[in-house]
């Protein structure tokens, strides 16, 4: 077995190699960016190496500097993680010219699946059934288009290079194959290097299931069963499980026969996962192999008992599987969820920011949090946004389930807009616990995931109302302890007044609506009047840690506030109970008539941080309503910002190439109605 192992990755996944690594009594070198150094994966691992500034390309993805850390520092192997340089058979050859064991499969294999169009032919001599399409060299913009008439509408482009949603596009018609055949492309070749695409028929309502193989050099291949990718957003996967609802056990051995025929035809060593799409009458078809460990193979590690990334270590020396597969079976049910920075009712932008509160579900038999952040970290614009990715097991479907949504509604995040409450909404939706699932359900139900803001409850206010008022009685102790006369009636706390009623109001900024409440001191603590009419008496304590321990009406409850002041946002609670988070800001009549005034003069700001791609008009440039106007890119992912209303465009801020703060002003437009 390595003595030392470099783990050429970040984040979650570099900790998660370390978790397995220290257990088995081998060391481990971390790498990291500028952006990185008081990352949580550094100080999981043993040494670490700087490798680069924050971008990606000018760190993570230079495999000569990853090479020669591991030889500075000694390691015998490299474990790529999952992403950046996994799926690179030119790191894999470095790592081999420089007696450096590649914790993965061969090049050749790497080759052969890492290009969908070759990995498609080599799969239908294999004899592993494909879904219609076109899979070949010709990139020609007309040709693909007259190829995408032939397979009939409607297509799905995708990136023949690449992964995890970047570069896919569907498109339901003719007209608008050009433009997102154009999109597509540069979203592959920023994402991969490589802006060549397939086309295929796009099944409407298709199950996207995934096989888990793994193979030796012996010449042993097996399938650790299936995990059920089919809830998605943009393409990339949101929840995952396994194994598949529905599964009955001869199309389970179907398929993963299938996958060892799909592993064995490039000589496969090592984790690999063969993803397939199963129409609605069963049918289903090879899409591509990820020659990797996936990000989900968590759920699979729950329901076997076995880890798969110690099954890599293991065959990376040489040595065979550990179990074969009349030895492998399936215990329970198990669900990942991906946590990420982003906002679900923005059409899930990614987001950015301070981690100024994370509390996560403590790890335990039923239980398990995968993580490489914690609290006041930092989530930029140059990696992916994964906060966590929470895993449950229980006996069934139904126990996880049910496990999945209590872990999920006592997850706690402050500072970025996240989508665990999106997430909490699908594990407790009806169509959900009955497995009526597809590629679709999100958009298929997306009013009952993602429903429109609501005014906050008349509950989370009151609380919201006392923490304000538990403060200032705080600061106003506080004041009186630093005075010359403690005992004056002007630091009392109790609300007196002289000849004045007893009151205070506070206004929050519920999202744009004002929300004023008038708060009454009493001997046993407060009325308070809320925006609805309703009247509440309230009282309670709050704790060090920010913990609200409220009597409401006789109603004793917990909850916790978390106070941010930001030089940009301002003042702001956000209210954690009964698995929401409710945000308020105090409000700021200034910066409200700021944003008003900026709103009504047609100015359209960066919704995200990112970089400039494209400037779509130019100055004097008359637009309608919906022009694609600019292109920005965040997370290697693009946002197409556009006109509002018919309007002239006066000003274009930025260039293509341009970095952007979320906020910042890009275009105005002249002619554009306030309403």
Do not use: W
């Given at each position: 077995m390595f003595s030392k192992i470099l783990i050429a990755n970040r984040g979650e996944i570099a900790c998660r190699v370390a978790r397995t690594a220290r257990r088995m009594g081998i060391r481990t070198v971390a790498v990291y960016s500028d952006a990185d150094a008081g990352a949580r994966h550094v100080q999981a691992c043993d040494e670490a190496v700087r490798i680069g500034p924050a971008p990606a390309r000018e760190s993570y993805l230079v495999l000569e500097r990853i090479v020669e850390a591991a030889r500075a520092t000694g390691a015998e192997a490299i474990h790529p993680g999952y992403g950046f340089l996994s799926e690179n058979a030119g790191f894999a050859e470095a790592c081999a010219a420089a007696k450096l064991v590649f914790i993965g499969p061969p090049p050749s294999a790497i080759r052969a699946m890492g290009s969908k169009s070759a990995a498609k032919s080599i799969m239908g001599k294999a004899g592993v059934p494909l879904v219609p399409g076109y899979h070949g060299d010709n990139q020609d913009s007309t040709f693909l288009a007259a190829e995408a008439g032939r397979v009939g509408f409607p297509v799905l482009i995708k990136a023949s290079a690449g992964g995890g949603g970047k570069g896919m596009r569907i498109v339901r018609a003719a007209d608008g194959f050009a433009e997102a055949l154009a999109s597509a492309q540069r979203e592959a070749r920023s994402s991969f290097g490589d802006d060549r695409v397939l086309i295929e028929r796009y099944l409407t309502r298709p199950r996207h299931i995934e096989i888990q193989v793994f193979a030796d050099t012996h010449g042993n291949c097996v399938y650790l069963f299936e995990r059920d990718c089919s809830l998605q957003r943009r393409h990339q996967k949101v929840i995952e499980e396994a194994p598949a609802p529905g599964m009955e056990p001869e199309r389970r051995r179907a398929m993963g026969e299938a996958a060892v025929k799909a592993a064995r035809a490039v000589a496969y060593v090592g984790a690999g996962t063969v993803e397939m799409i199963a129409d609605e009458d069963g049918t289903f078809y090879f899409m591509e192999m990820n020659t990797r460990l996936q990000v989900e193979h968590p759920v699979t590690e729950m329901i076997t008992g076995q880890d798969l990334v110690e099954w890599q270590l293991r065959v990376a020396t040489g040595a065979p599987l550990p179990l074969g597969q009349a030895d492998l079976t399936i215990s329970g049910h198990a669900f990942e969820a991906r946590i990420y920075a982003e906002d679900p009712a923005r059409d899930f932008l990614p987001a950015t920011g301070r981690l100024h509160h994370l509390r996560l579900p403590a790890d335990g038999p039923h239980v398990r949090v995968d993580s490489g952040v914690g609290p006041g970290d930092v989530i930029g614009i140059h990696y992916d946004p994964m906060i966590a990715k929470l895993i449950v097991w229980d006996r069934?479907?139904?126990?996880?389930?049910?496990?999945?949504?209590?872990?999920?509604?006592?997850?706690?995040?402050?500072?970025?807009?996240?989508?665990?409450?999106?997430?909490?909404?699908?594990?407790?939706?009806?169509?959900?616990?009955?497995?009526?699932?597809?590629?679709g359900f999100i958009e298929r139900h997306r009013s009952d995931l993602v429903p429109e803001a609501q005014p906050t409850d008349d509950t989370a206010l009151a609380l919201a109302a006392l923490a304000v008022m538990i403060r200032r009685a705080e600061e106003a102790e506080a004041g009186a302890r630093r005075s010359l006369d403690p005992h004056s009636p002007w630091h009392r706390s109790d609300g007196w007044r002289l000849n004045d009623d007893n009151q205070h109001a506070i206004c929050f900024l519920d999202g744009a609506m004002e929300q004023r409440i008038l708060v009454h001191y009493r001997p046993f603590g407060y009325v308070v009047d809320l925006p609805s009419g309703r009247r509440m008496t309230v009282s309670g304590t709050r704790s060090a840690a920010g913990e609200i321990a409220a009597d409401l009406d006789g109603r004793r409850l917990t909850a916790r506030i978390i106070r941010l002041d930001e030089a940009e946002r301002g003042e702001s609670l956000t209210v954690l109970w009964n698995g929401r988070a409710h945000r308020l800001g105090l409000h700021d009549p200034m910066r409200q008539a700021a944003t008003a005034d900026a709103r009504a003069a047609g100015?359209?700001?960066?919704?995200?941080?990112?970089?400039?791609?494209?400037?779509?008009?130019?100055?004097?440039?008359?637009?309608?309503?919906?022009?694609?106007?600019?292109?920005?890119?965040?997370?290697?992912?693009?946002?197409?910002?556009?006109?509002?209303?018919?309007?002239?465009?006066?000003?274009?801020?930025?260039?293509?190439?341009?970095?952007?703060?979320?906020?910042?002003?890009?275009?105005?437009?002249?002619?554009?109605?306030?309403?």
């Open positions: 069934d479907r139904a126990s996880a389930l049910g496990r999945l949504a209590g872990a999920l509604e006592g997850t706690e995040v402050v500072g970025v807009a996240t989508n665990v409450a999106f997430l909490a909404a699908v594990a407790r939706h009806p169509a959900f616990a009955t497995a009526e699932i597809d590629t100015r359209l700001t960066a919704p995200m941080p990112g970089k400039v791609v494209q400037v779509l008009v130019k100055p004097g440039e008359t637009v309608a309503r919906g022009r694609a106007l600019m292109v920005l890119e965040a997370m290697k992912m693009e946002h197409t910002i556009t006109a509002p209303a018919d309007g002239t465009v006066k000003s274009v801020r930025y260039a293509s190439g341009d970095l952007v703060e979320e906020g910042t002003e890009l275009l105005v437009i002249e002619g554009v109605d306030a309403s």
